[in-house]
């Protein structure tokens, strides 16, 4: 039987029996032909390839799929065992791996290797891992505290936002690694994955310590807008956060007008005022210090006390150098 080669490009013999014998049987049985299923999977974004033979008839899918991954390996940040939070760095490998799950692990975790720096790097240079969480736990392992999921959910519930700390810092960590860190635990402990249910009431913790570590003007806010879940939360609780901080300009702004112009009044009311000089004026009660005033409209000198301004005496002969 002669197709039009094996994908409809050619008129050459079919060097694979078995892809004549698919298409035969296809067109036999009223299906769509072998050919437009391979061409809707060249237009698919993530085709997994058998073999090498099967790569060199995608060399555009080969390309993307090449930016893909070097895209999901942008997201994670170097790591040297101190510069961010271990469970920081696992996160972003696992959202790498989520988003090429395709590459073989082995290969993601020599790219993943290529992020570790310092001691990071020094602590699984000779080891050899075949998957991702093994690489991570061993990561965890010599840079986590080391504590279980019980030690963890205390420092969650006593979590909350400093007052000079960003809403973002608050989210990002303690909060999620917190997060993270249950989970696994948890996941230690029972040696096997979390069930939704699980991780649901994991989710709805960190919720509740999330809302009580909040200041109160944001804890007002979000109730009275209310949300669903802790992503809904945190979305909410930043734009809170914006709204506040538009606020606290436009106060300080206000603030600094109002100063502006009272200390244009009080110019403006002593006008030609001269500053001569610091004279101390000795009394049975101690010193007083005056300062000297020398006012065209006066015609004489005015001292006043330095901490209060009330007037002292109003000379119409002047004070002695």
């Avoid at 004549?20 to 391979?38: K, R």
């Avoid at 709805?204 to 009275?224: D, N, Q």
């Amino acid at each position: 039987m002669r197709l039009k080669g094996c994908f409809g490009y050619s008129s050459a013999p079919c060097n694979n029996p078995g892809a004549s014998v698919s298409a035969s049987s296809a067109a036999n049985s009223g299906d769509a032909p072998a050919s437009s299923n391979l061409l809707s999977a060249l237009q698919t974004p993530s085709v997994r390839f058998n073999s090498m033979s099967e790569a060199r008839l995608f060399p555009s899918n080969m390309s993307y799929l090449k930016s893909h991954i070097r895209d999901a390996l942008d997201l994670v940040s170097k790591y040297d065992g101190y510069n961010i939070p271990v469970w920081q760095f696992t996160r972003a490998c696992k959202r790498a791996k989520e988003s090429i799950p395709s590459v073989d692990k082995t290969q993601l975790v020599r790219m993943l290797r290529n992020k570790l720096l310092h001691h990071a790097y020094l602590a699984v240079e000779d080891e050899t891992h075949l998957s991702v969480d093994k690489f991570l736990d061993t990561l965890k392992r010599i840079f986590g505290p080391g504590r279980n999921s019980n030690y963890y959910r205390g420092q969650l519930s006593n979590a909350y936002k400093k007052p000079s700390e960003h809403v973002l810092d608050y989210i990002g960590s303690p909060l999620k690694d917190l997060r993270t860190a249950i989970i696994e635990g948890d996941q230690a402990i029972f040696d096997r994955p979390c069930t939704e249910l699980e991780i649901s009431s994991i989710d709805s913790f960190t919720l509740e310590s999330f809302f009580e570590g909040l200041p109160r003007e944001y804890r007002v806010e979000l109730r009275a807008e209310g949300y669903r879940n802790f992503a809904d939360a945190c979305s909410k609780v930043i734009a809170i956060h914006k709204r506040l901080e538009r606020e606290d300009s436009r106060y300080r702004g206000s603030a600094n007008s109002r100063n502006n112009q009272a200390r244009a009044c009080h110019t403006w009311r002593l006008p030609f005022v001269l500053i001569r000089s610091v004279h101390t004026l000795r009394r049975d009660d101690g010193n007083i210090p005056v300062i000297e005033l020398v006012s065209f409209d006066f015609r004489s000198s005015v001292a006043f006390m330095l901490d209060t301004g009330a007037q002292l005496s109003n000379n119409k002969e002047r004070m002695p150098q």
